[in-house]
């Protein structure tokens, strides 16, 4: 057992978890580029969860979480506070499964992610922006709907489902000698660490992490989980602190975390925009920025990054 | 013969064609999308081009027709007037069977187009940016080097290279009832008219222009070419008027030519980016946009859709 309240998950969990999560996640593309891999040194790899249902790879944990539910517990539905890509993930998962989905959504969510949200078919509960308000909102919800609270990250089905995209990334590559992924609340990092090790434990999984928002940094050099205070990045799905499970997967797991600067994060977003056209969210450029400023680290090896999401605001880019 | 200098070819020789564009060319993609397919009211099948090398279809017309010099011509290299794709493009070809390239740009060319070709190994002659000046600037390329122009359409080489694309095409997709693909010289829609009705007369094919650079539509309804004057389009790919060549075969063999509005071409720019997430230049959203505005044409029909190039200024968007 964990410290914290949830079990550390095993490769053979995410293994499960990939039995649910293949008969409704799309199986993405690995992507590489040889303009790209000149230009960063060593051979990269792309698993591209930016074409991933919902455009993010929330999509994999909460299929698995919502399947996971017993018939019982099902019939009632689920429940989040996020205005993000989890909320869409756990509305479209909710909805394939036939069951409710409730969302807390803070009162300045842009409308058009509440739009996607509601798209899925999303009960929407408003409530104010604090942290207390929406935690308020989602106790009343569940008070009154018996829904089951899938955490964003702090889940053991969600950081199982998370791990697949690794899993089919090492099916395509198995050879890879080093895999990156972004850390916000450390879902995707913790599933990424727990297969990739599983696999091969000689293979290298390093965090990336803005420095703007480098709590999980600060955390694990400090072996305490700081509280993400004020992030000011224009990665904004990594704005999250860890939770107990997530920080005790990543503190025994990982080789470490690389923290990028903005500007290097948007060097890197425009790098694989131009190069590769795909349309990547600025968290998704985290780690190809954090290879860039760290070139000896990945000299001419082959290297696996997840790309995270392609949910970005077309109005309002960085370039 | 045909009524121009330039036999008109026929699917055997675009079949001819791909044993050499295959050697070196990227086989692209074939992506679909339920959620475009939705929006569209038809199942839509994007060859996605922009994933080519040089990031248009460009790439595939250049190496047929420099792969296709006798060792003699292509010892004195190739030459052509152009700022856009298709200089990028006979420049790569050109550094990839080992001979020089001379390519004219005006002098008003943006600086990183310029960069690109220069990255190619292309020795770049400036003009002045009027027609007479870049053909007067070719000429003498011409005589001082003995260099093969390569005309970025009309020439049979370059027709039926982009046509390996349709063949790709229906290669993945042999079901398809109508394609679509856009027209600026029509050297694409030449080679996709050739291949595709080659392949099955029943299959529809259709051009898709700009309303603002509808050249091309009105020529074909009054049977003459029309030169392009002063269009007005963001679709910078669609600005140049037919040859002799592209006009005859698109005169006999296209179903027709649909224009579209400006506002209609960014629409669909928009909905591939934020749907796909892939990054497709304005010109290749004029034939999806052409599918939004004839929706009665395509209704539940399978469409194949020529997705042209990916390369924007992502500094410069229209969103």
């Given at each position: 057992m964990s410290q914290s309240e949830i079990p550390i998950p095993a490769i053979s969990d995410i293994e499960s978890a990939y039995t649910l999560v293949q008969k409704y996640a799309n199986q993405t593309p690995v992507l590489t580029s040889r303009n790209v891999n000149e230009i960063l040194g060593c051979e990269v790899f792309l698993k591209c969860e930016n074409f991933q249902k919902v455009g993010a790879f929330k999509f994999r944990g909460a299929i698995n979480a919502v399947f996971s539910l017993s018939e019982v517990e099902a019939a009632k539905?689920?429940?989040?506070?996020?205005?993000?890509?989890?909320?869409?993930?756990?509305?479209?998962?909710?909805?394939?499964?036939?069951?409710?989905?409730?969302i807390v959504m803070p009162e300045n969510a842009p409308a058009i992610k509440r739009k996607a949200v509601e798209g899925y078919g999303a009960i929407i509960t408003t409530s104010k922006s604090t942290q207390a308000d929406r935690e308020n909102a989602l106790a009343n919800v569940q008070k009154k709907t018996g829904a089951t609270f899938i955490h964003p990250y702090s889940n053991f089905n969600v950081i199982c489902g998370q791990g697949t995209a690794s899993l089919e990334l090492l099916q395509e590559e198995p050879n890879l000698q080093a895999v990156l992924a972004p850390v916000g609340g450390g879902g995707l990092f913790s599933g990424t660490l727990t297969y990739v090790k599983g696999f091969n434990t000689n293979i290298?999984?390093?965090?990336?992490?803005?420095?703007?928002?480098?709590?999980?940094?600060?955390?694990?050099?400090?072996?305490?989980?700081?509280?993400?205070?004020?992030?000011?990045?224009?990665?904004?799905?990594?704005?999250?602190?860890?939770?107990?499970?997530?920080?005790?997967?990543?503190?025994?797991?990982?080789?470490?975390?690389?923290?990028?600067?903005?500007?290097?994060?948007?060097?890197?977003?425009?790098?694989?925009?131009?190069?590769?056209?795909?349309?990547?969210?600025?968290?998704?450029?985290?780690?190809?920025?954090?290879?860039?400023?760290?070139?000896?680290?990945f000299e001419g090896k082959k290297v696996g990054v997840i790309i995270s999401g392609g949910n970005v605001d077309v109005e309002n880019l960085p370039f």
């Amino acid at each position: 057992m964990s410290q914290s309240e949830i079990p550390i998950p095993a490769i053979s969990d995410i293994e499960s978890a990939y039995t649910l999560v293949q008969k409704y996640a799309n199986q993405t593309p690995v992507l590489t580029s040889r303009n790209v891999n000149e230009i960063l040194g060593c051979e990269v790899f792309l698993k591209c969860e930016n074409f991933q249902k919902v455009g993010a790879f929330k999509f994999r944990g909460a299929i698995n979480a919502v399947f996971s539910l017993s018939e019982v517990e099902a019939a009632k539905g689920v429940c989040t506070h996020s205005s993000g890509n989890h909320a869409a993930a756990l509305a479209l998962a909710a909805k394939l499964r036939g069951i409710p989905s409730y969302i807390v959504m803070p009162e300045n969510a842009p409308a058009i992610k509440r739009k996607a949200v509601e798209g899925y078919g999303a009960i929407i509960t408003t409530s104010k922006s604090t942290q207390a308000d929406r935690e308020n909102a989602l106790a009343n919800v569940q008070k009154k709907t018996g829904a089951t609270f899938i955490h964003p990250y702090s889940n053991f089905n969600v950081i199982c489902g998370q791990g697949t995209a690794s899993l089919e990334l090492l099916q395509e590559e198995p050879n890879l000698q080093a895999v990156l992924a972004p850390v916000g609340g450390g879902g995707l990092f913790s599933g990424t660490l727990t297969y990739v090790k599983g696999f091969n434990t000689n293979i290298e999984v390093w965090g990336a992490e803005p420095a703007n928002a480098d709590d999980a940094f600060r955390s694990l050099r400090d072996g305490v989980i700081y509280p993400s205070v004020n992030p000011n990045t224009i990665a904004d799905g990594l704005r999250t602190s860890l939770a107990p499970i997530t920080f005790e997967i990543i503190s025994k797991k990982a080789n470490g975390i690389l923290t990028v600067t903005e500007e290097q994060i948007v060097d890197a977003m425009r790098l694989v925009w131009e190069r590769m056209k795909i349309i990547i969210e600025p968290s998704s450029a985290v780690p190809v920025a954090a290879i860039m400023a760290n070139r000896k680290l990945f000299e001419g090896k082959k290297v696996g990054v997840i790309i995270s999401g392609g949910n970005v605001d077309v109005e309002n880019l960085p370039f």
